[in-house]
């Protein structure tokens, strides 16, 4: 191994591979047989953390990153200026491996600029999956990216041999796709994502009657959208990813504050901030909708069509239906507490069980964890101090406003504006 | 009555054996503390508790009886905390369930239930941690050897994770503070403890010929998937706490 090249090679392919935020190394059911080579049976482990902060569980990198197409908000588009490398199939796959036994990695995401054309970039991702599962009986986790256009048997082996497949949208709607990318189609991208979806029920409805029909992507697929690149608003956005919740039965969407990369005129300008703060409200909707059993409408619509910076959505969204409120701790739903701002998902499990042996109090619900700061305004307990005095909305917002703290405050403080026009 | 200290082995068996005693002499004052506890209190009556696997075997029926494998799981992970003091918030888990004669495992409410969910959180947080920063080094005899140093005795509960993944290759993960290791030889895992004088982990003269290329590669592959424009120093941190970074190449290697 020359490692000096394959040094060069990896720096390239991996900086051009970053911008794809999915880390993901969970939801698969691979387990090692016949004494192979790793297992992905179990939760996904995170095994670094990049200086920004981010998980790095794969390793994420392009196959290559020559490109025929011009898409403007992507580092490897064909006009950018910039050194270009690829990976030989062998030399991924010794990558992976040699990372995998040394407790690096979960596994492998192969990603690539479109050379050729579709098919012909999609099979040589196969073939490095392929190679990994077969010779080297591994049984790690792989991500392949499915190319946009890529035909349906190709789909069909790659679910083969990959946990999971993605394809990204980048942009939420058609028409910032066709500002953004003209020479790419909404069909291209629509195409490969049906196959896997078809392919995960047909695997789904086989597996009942015969038990060894080979396993077909079971990590699901998933998406990413880019966020402020084009204008789209929260609920542009939102709506997408529940449209691809539900018509394609994706596994996430992952959402990319845009990261400025270029001069572009039909971007935001290269010294414009990365939206970090509105992609974690995007995230907090996500979770809402997947697991708070929140309806999209109720978070975001025509009045309300884009999340506030400085509460999160469900607080948002409690405010704006306080006839709901205040909630008994002791008899609520588990839906209904799990609408109660301040309580997670594993406050409303602790609250479910221990109410079963007594009735809960302040107390007891500090011990637990939850996020009194937030919910004292929304509940009642077995107590009779409770807050009973009717606060409006933008009252009981500027209190725990002013008792929380983020390091985001200065990206939505008005005092801050104020102090800039006077300057 | 006396205030009584029991000391037992260390072992779980030891401690249940413990239990078994507390009941058969109906003890009201005591404390438990393993071997090696330097105490004070001259006046108080110390026992040597001698660990017996069929009186710890019919403490721990009976509380299964009355309970669930994940309560007897929770309770032995927080355990292995080693944490002093946890010995008696264990006996009082086990004596709420005896008392109540009903599966109060998930009574939350009650202090001692709730700290010791709270420890069994602690020590998976810790399992979870060394299951993604353990790094293996290769050495010359193709053994995949790491040493470790964990706030609790987790090397017990990473052996099966470990086994499944690497069934293909022979490795040691060494718990440096405890001083003893786990050996895969392809076929089984067992116990070592080892000698260190004569093989250090940095010691170049052992490793694979290739092994300090590899973790270059790493390195590199690490600094280019970073977003500098993203740059979030608290969150790493919080993630990648400090002390564990002398388990990582990616932070411990020389370019």
Known sequence: ?423 | MHHKILIYDGTFQGLLTCIFQIYEEKLSDYSIHPEGYNQTDFFANKELVITDLEKSGRVLKRFKEYTSKKAVHRIYRAFLSEIPGVEIQIVEFFRHIFRHKTDLSDDFSYPPILKIAQIDRKVGREKHRMEAFIRFELLKDDIFFTKIAPDFNVLPLILKHFKNRYADQKWIIYDEKRQFGLFYDLKKVVPISLNFENNSKKDPNILHEDEINFQKLWKSYFDSSNIKSRKNTKLHLQHVPKRYWKYLTEKTIIM
């Open chain 1, 1 to 423: 191994m020359n490692f000096d090249r394959i040094k060069e090679k990896l720096e390239i392919l991996a900086d051009a591979a970053k911008y794809d935020v999915s880390c993901s190394s969970s939801g698969s059911n691979r387990k090692n047989t016949k004494n192979g080579l790793g297992d992905s049976s179990g939760m996904g482990i995170c095994h670094s953390y990049t200086e920004d902060g981010r998980c790095v569980s794969l390793l994420k990198i392009l196959l290559t990153n020559h490109c025929i197409f011009d898409c403007a908000y992507c580092v490897t588009r064909r006009s950018n200026d910039i050194k270009r490398a690829a990976f030989k199939v062998q030399e991924v796959v010794d990558l992976t491996i040699n990372f995998y036994r040394r407790n690096y990695i979960e596994g492998l995401f192969l990603s690539s600029g479109i050379f050729k054309d579709a098919d012909y970039t999609m099979e040589r991702l196969i073939k490095v999956a392929k190679k990994l599962r077969e010779e080297e009986n591994f049984n790690g986790y792989i991500h392949l990216k499915s190319i946009p256009g890529a035909s349906d048997e190709l789909m069909r082996e790659a679910g083969l041999y990959a946990d999971r497949l993605s394809v990204n949208i980048e942009v939420p709607t058609v028409s910032g796709l066709k500002l953004l990318a003209p020479e790419k189609k909404h069909e291209d991208f629509i195409k490969p994502m049906e196959k896997v979806k078809n392919e995960i029920i047909q695997f789904k409805q086989e597996k009942k009657f015969i038990k060894s029909t080979p396993k077909y992507a079971p990590a699901g697929q998933s998406t990413q959208m880019i966020v402020g690149a084009t204008g789209e608003s929260d609920r542009d956005i939102m709506y997408s990813a529940n449209y691809y919740y539900q018509q394609y039965n994706m596994k996430r969407v992952y959402y990319s504050g845009y990261v400025p990369i270029s001069s572009d005129p039909r971007l935001p300008t290269i010294t414009s901030q990365v939206p970090m703060l509105r992609e974690n409200r995007l995230y907090q909707t996500d979770w809402l909708l997947r697991f708070y059993g929140f309806d999209i409408r109720e978070l975001l619509n025509n009045h309300h069509p884009n999340l506030d910076l400085d509460i999160d959505p469900k607080l948002s969204w409690a405010l704006r239906n306080q006839h709901l409120f205040p909630v008994n701790i002791n008899t609520a739903d588990k839906m209904m507490l799990a609408r109660v701002p301040g309580l997670g998902m594993r406050s409303v499990y602790k609250i479910l069980q221990a109410r079963k042996y007594r009735k809960l109090n302040w107390e007891h619900l500090k011990a637990i964890g939850v996020a009194l700061n937030r919910a004292k305004y929304f509940i009642i307990c077995d107590s009779r101090l409770w807050e009973k005095k009717d606060w409006t909305a933008n009252q009981i917002k500027s209190k725990i406003i002013k008792t929380s703290s983020s390091k985001f405050r200065k990206d939505y403080s008005t005092q801050l504006n104020l102090f800039d026009h006077a300057s």
